[in-house]
């Protein structure tokens, strides 16, 4: 399967500090995308990283992309009590659709 | 802008009941359309997705089956649901070029009891 992995599955931190998850997957990809979801909802577009970057910021996001190792990691600085949400990598391998894995849950304590 | 909608928000439906969620998109022509499920605490999994109308690809076999009767509309059924068809039903679209960036609508809760 090509689904991403992410880790950990969980994560509890202070407000104000980072939060880093971290997504490994299986076969060569043309893109990756973060997505958030908030309790009970959709999924939002966070960011989408090329194959052949190798880091992208938006805001307070900063992705990461190794193709070695088919991993990516996913920092929010000076996380916020609204960032509490499950986040969720995503792999295109060129055909329809995208393969999400199983989501990072994060609890930011204010 | 293009806004997606999905309905009802939430179902609660006995065992052995049709299925009917609708999922429609405005704002945009010739989106790819996609039907995904999502068990408690876990990741997504892809259902069906659609490139065009009456064009329905299936990703696992299950008790489920897709419609997409207009350019803009994509049908999630069932005749007769199970229990293990509980979950929370997300309906996306994209543009079909090379981003795959993809929107989601707000999402079905389902329960099958």
């Known amino acids: 399967s090509q689904q991403g992995e992410e880790d950990p599955q969980a994560l509890s931190i202070q407000e104000g500090e980072n939060a880093t998850m971290n997504c490994s997957y299986k076969?060569?990809?043309?893109?990756l995308q973060w997505y958030r979801q908030n309790s009970g909802r959709g999924l939002v577009h966070l960011i989408l990283?090329?194959?052949?970057?190798r880091e992208k910021h938006s805001g307070r996001l900063r992705v990461t992309l190794d193709t070695s190792k088919k991993s990516s990691s996913l920092l929010i600085t000076a996380s916020r009590a609204a960032d509490t949400a499950s986040y969720f990598c995503?792999?295109?391998?060129?055909?329809?659709?995208?393969?999400f894995g199983t989501g990072t849950r994060l609890t930011v304590i204010p | 802008s293009q806004t997606i909608h999905q309905w009802p928000a939430t179902l609660v439906q006995p065992v052995g009941s049709p299925l009917s969620l609708e999922c429609t998109v405005e704002?945009?022509?010739?989106?790819?359309l996609y039907w995904y499920r999502q068990a408690a605490g876990r990741g997504l999994q892809l259902l069906f997705y659609?490139?065009?109308?009456?064009?329905i690809s299936s990703e696992v076999p299950q008790n489920l089956s897709a419609s997409r009767p207009q350019d803009r509309q994509f049908i999630l059924s069932s005749k007769k649901l199970l229990l293990s068809d509980s979950g929370f039903y997300l309906c996306?679209?994209?543009?079909?070029?090379?981003?795959?960036?993809?929107?989601f609508g707000p999402g079905t809760r389902l329960t099958v009891t």
């Open positions: 704002g945009t022509s010739n989106p790819n």
């Open positions: 659609s490139v065009g109308i009456g064009q």
């Open positions: 076969t060569s990809i043309n893109n």
């Open positions: 996306a679209w994209d543009t079909g070029t090379a981003s795959y960036e993809q929107y």
């Open positions: 990283i090329r194959s052949n970057e």
């Open positions: 995503a792999t295109d391998a060129g055909a329809n659709n995208l393969f």
